[in-house]
């Protein structure tokens, strides 16, 4: 299925603020809207609320401010209905990974949103085709290399065609190649104009599969926004919001540092690599 890019917001956040039991800001006032068709990448340092606010737009923390889902605001009514088109990722599969096989984790979501066992199980042949993942149907999960798991919680997701998709750092601890694998099915969905919101540490992700990028400051807010060309490429900027690191040499007794880079040969792009 292709999804049509509009001007509609998909998502809108206004003025979210979060704080755990224990007092401690996650978030402290962010703000900021997302199209239908859009695919966005959500990054910032460690600590600057990217997971908790995926959370509070599916309903499963709840702080101040507005959020609404496809002009449905979250809320503890509308919260089921509003996850009923939301696909949602976790960083850690094993958090939405809880079947015996594959197949019963994927059917899992159709069959609550009321489909009848064959549309449910349609679905996900359907979905473990489009991954390539048909013969892991009879698997157990909890069996599966990471980059397998990360695979199967992302077709949980599409199985109940969700209108939105909301990913929480995909590629944190894949090898490079199943890194690659993920990133050519993100970049598949977003050339069908699925939307999408990944909050990832991922340069090269935000790069390649993002059109926009909104960044989380330590101040818990958001800080920036603008094409991946301009944000990635700005060194000041993401040295600034600690975003990339400087590698140090001693050449002669002296010690030089400098930011990482990694360049794309066939491009010839440039950009900060964490």
């Known amino acids: 299925m292709e999804y049509a890019k509009t001007d509609t917001p998909a998502i809108e956040v206004r003025d979210l603020r979060f704080s755990y039991p224990d007092g401690r800001a996650a978030l402290a006032g962010a703000s900021f809207t997302v199209h239908q068709g859009e695919s966005v990448a959500l990054i910032g340092a460690n600590g600057t609320g990217k997971s908790t606010l995926l959370l509070c737009l599916v309903g499963i923390l709840k702080g101040s401010g507005t959020v609404y889902v496809l002009g449905t605001e979250v809320n503890s009514e509308t919260v089921f209905a509003v996850r009923s088109r939301i696909g949602f990722v976790f960083q850690n599969p094993e958090h939405q990974l809880f079947s015996t096989s594959v197949l019963d984790d994927i059917v899992f979501g159709p069959l609550n949103l009321g489909l009848s066992r064959e549309e449910s199980l349609t679905r996900a042949d359907a979905v473990l085709g489009e991954l390539n993942m048909t013969e892991f149907k009879h698997r157990i999960p909890h069996h599966l290399s990471q980059g397998e798991k990360k695979k199967v919680a992302l077709a949980t997701a599409l199985a109940m065609n969700p209108s939105v998709l909301l990913l929480d750092e995909p590629t944190a601890g894949l090898d490079p190649r199943s890194s690659t694998q993920l990133i050519d099915i993100l970049l598949r969905l977003k050339d069908e104009g699925k939307t999408m919101l990944v909050a990832t540490h991922d340069m090269h992700l935000a790069e390649e599969v993002t059109e926009r990028v909104i960044v989380l400051g330590e101040s818990r807010t958001v800080v920036r926004e603008g094409v991946p060309g301009d944000i990635l490429t700005d060194e000041s900027f993401l040295r600034q919001h ?12 002296t010690r030089h540092g400098h930011p990482h880079f ?3 040969h066939e491009d010839n792009h440039i950009h900060p690599h964490l």
């Open 242 to 253: 600690n975003l990339i690191h400087e590698h140090c040499h001693i050449h002669e007794r």
């Open 262 to 264: 990694h360049r794309h």
